[in-house]
């Protein structure tokens, strides 16, 4: 199983971005996909979460700003940005919850990370 994120960037307070990540590989079901951050010097945190029903979870620091969304028929999830912050400088990390056989357990998959800059 592969995670291939994309996007990402500088930009600059009050701009937009989109992260992408596609699930690629041999597996039976993805349960959640979502997306981790983690800034220079701080833990890794969640900031949104998607299940395959739809069902969203966000940080609440960026609850009103940013948008997740899954095509489930591409094994694909979508972060859009919107109304930046300097705090939202960090290094973007896709996940999924994959179980890769009907009678495995969930894993925890976990994509490349790409930096989002908002800078001053």
């Known amino acids: 199983v592969q995670l291939q994120a994309s996007g990402g960037g500088l930009v600059q307070p009050g701009g937009s971005l989109r992260l992408s990540c596609a699930a690629s590989g041999t597996f039976s079901s993805i349960v959640k996909m979502g997306w981790y951050r983690q800034a220079p010097g701080k833990q890794r945190e969640l900031v949104a979460t998607?299940?395959?029903?739809?069902?969203?979870n966000y940080a609440d620091s960026v609850k009103g700003r940013f948008t997740i969304s899954r095509e489930n028929a591409k094994n694909t999830v979508s972060l859009q940005m919107n109304s930046l912050r300097p705090e939202d400088t960090a290094v973007y990390y896709c996940n999924s919850r994959i179980r890769r056989r009907l009678d495995w357990p969930v894993s925890h998959y976990w994509g490349q990370g790409t930096e989002v800059t908002v800078f001053s």
């Open positions: 998607v299940t395959s029903g739809g069902s969203t």
